[in-house]
């Protein structure tokens, strides 16, 4: 049986997704404040910047892969009005849940759907944007999910992967320090979880950095890729057309 990474760990492809919802299941709830104190709030600038770089207008039709908590989905329901549509996916059930409900108590009403990346259930050509923020990372087959994502995208479309990426050189001493001492500690203390963000710092490294993403983005059909460095690296933002 072929297999993957799971961190640092290989186990066989199959295994992988249960792996991965595992992690989030057991997560999910204090996902939104472990992010403000993992990243001391930086996570908020990072999607805020995608936001600015989406182009996204009122009227628009935006699907957000691995939405998560839905922050994504979220800021795109006001920039497209209720013109627009906004559809908040999630291959985890805790997870969607718990970002169905955070956009509830804020008034948003939003399509929801559990679904794989790798096997979206939309129609060719349906979104003028596609997102994916802090998920491409954990997916098993990488290029087949981005293939996916711009089979469903309209022509003059694109997409925005914000994803944790290769920190600048300097810094990568005591950024593996604060991945492989800090973060367990601290979702030991606060989610009750060390392992869980183990895998995170580990799945990180495993990670294609930012020019092998450019490149499998290219190779998957998109046009004019591009990206933006954030944080000395920690995190990049990709962008690709589809023409």
């Not at 993957?4 to 404040?33: H, I, N």
């Not at 805790?94 to 679904?115: E, N, T, Y």
């Not at 914000?162 to 593996?176: I, N």
Request: with cysteine; proline share 4%; charged share 25%.
């Amino acid at each position: 049986m072929p297999e993957t990474d799971f961190g640092f760990q290989s186990v066989p492809e199959a295994d992988k997704a249960a792996r991965v919802r595992a992690v989030f299941e057991s997560v999910a709830g204090k996902y939104d404040l472990m992010n403000d104190l993992m990243s001391g709030g930086l996570h908020r600038a990072w999607k805020a910047f995608a936001i600015a770089q989406s182009g996204v207008r009122t009227g628009q039709q935006v699907l957000d892969v691995a939405g998560g908590t839905g922050d994504l989905a979220q800021a795109f329901a006001k920039r497209v009005g209720p013109q627009g549509q906004v559809w908040l996916t999630d291959i985890n059930s805790a997870m969607l849940v718990h970002g169905r409900d955070r956009l509830i108590d804020r008034g948003l009403r939003l399509p929801v759907a559990q679904c794989d990346a790798e096997h979206l259930p939309f129609r060719d050509e349906s979104f003028d944007l596609v997102s994916v923020a802090f998920g491409l990372r954990n997916m098993t087959h990488k290029a087949h999910a981005l293939a996916e994502m711009r089979r469903v995208i309209k022509p003059g479309g694109r997409l925005l992967v914000l994803e944790f990426s290769k920190v600048w050189q300097p810094l990568a001493g005591a950024y593996d320090s604060f991945s492989f001492g800090f973060l367990p500690w601290l979702g030991k203390r606060v989610a009750g979880d060390p392992d869980s963000y183990r895998y995170l710092a580990e799945s990180i490294r495993r990670h294609p950095d930012q020019t092998t993403l450019k490149a499998m983005m290219t190779a998957s059909g998109f046009d004019h890729v591009d990206y933006f460095n954030l944080t000395a690296g920690v995190v990049a933002l990709h962008r690709g057309f589809k023409y």
